[in-house]
């Protein structure tokens, strides 16, 4: 009899996630089988499985779970530089390596592009989500090692779990050149990507951090990670640009990270906007959907960009990891509440609750 596991399933869209047994999976000849230690859950799970947005699900019931970590358990026949014991985070995104994007190196832009675990982004993803049909609310999944972010000890599978978020806002402060002494700004800095847009830029060296959001207990936590570097506004107590150029000495800051979620008002992203210095780039990674009105005369003048970044490479997520080692990247702030697989849906409803960027919630699927 084939060996068996347990995993969280979606049998249908906004139906709580089952707890089945499927058999465990053998890994492909290129492929390596991770043993789950701790896998992340994020606010924006809850709306997904709910199976009416406009992504594309896996054919149902599927298996589910974005962003594991764990340890190599099993290594396919053709696998090198692969060791079973290795502790890694497992980039879930998956690129087809032959479309028009991705044979002009541009992975992030693959034309059939898909979330392990998740859902895909074209209706042409579904043959990669079959391809690696196993989330990481399971026991085991398989991989490709070149999804392998190799975890220094100092990193806990559970910090690596937010590996995901936190590497959606490291590509956007690299795309918007934040680096040592850049003053920067975030919008929505309460939330998930906003947390750890912070405690990247402070690993990056930006002196002048300048967050923007409306929880208040949590913008004081936001404030007090560095006092000296972090100064936070609620939302609506005073106007953006204006405060932005205060604390800049009049010239603006370099970059904006927008965080804002889908329902969020774009009205603030375009007051921070404005708060740009010339020359400044702004990079949206919240997923804002209402439309937003700018002055494209502004840009032209002042050399202004305004674009998006969806997720981050698994070179991004190495160098994470060795900020991480090096301690500039301080995941200690974090503070991890971990459930049992068996739990999956009280996790979920428990992020619903947005209960603000430095809660972070993970399932270990091996309790
Ligand atoms: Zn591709």
Redesign the pocket.
Known sequence: MAATMRSARLHAGGEPLRIDTVEKPQPRPRDVLIAVKACGIIPNMNAIFSGRLWNQLPPLPASVGLDAAGVVAELGSEVTDVAVGDRVYVNPWL?????A??RSGE?LL????AFQGYFGFFPHSVRQLLDYPFGGFSEYITAAPQRLVRLPPQVSFEQAARFGYLGTSFAALRCAGVSGGSAIAINGVTGTLGVGATLLALGLGATRILGLGRNRKVLAQVKALAPDRVEVLALGEAPIAEWLRKHTNGLGVDALIDCSGRAAAAAHTADALGGLKRGGVAVNIGALTEPLSIEPIRFMTARLTFRGSNWFTTGEGQLMAEMAAAGVLDLTRLTTRAHPLAEVNAALAEVAKRPGGFTNIVINPDR
């Not at 690129?95 to 479309?99: Q, T």
């Not at 693959?110 to 592009?113: E, H, I, K, Q, V």
């Open positions: 690129d087809c390596g032959s479309c994007y991705c992975p693959c034309s059939a592009a």
